[in-house]
């Protein structure tokens, strides 16, 4: 799920730096895919 989040925020245009920093600041790893994404978007805010 982290990887595939990682992958559609650099889809998204962010960098991959930018990507991984916000997908590895979620603490809860149980996530889904689409809602690790939500979280590091809004966490990118």
Known sequence: ???DAVSA???????PQ????AVSA???K???SE???R???KGMI
């Open 9 to 15: 925020l650099i889809s998204l245009g962010y960098k």
């Open 1 to 3: 799920a982290e990887s």
């Open 35 to 37: 809602d690790m994404i």
């Open 39 to 41: 979280r590091a978007l």
């Open 26 to 28: 979620i603490k809860d």
């Open 30 to 32: 149980t996530l889904s």
């Open 18 to 21: 930018e990507a991984s920093k």
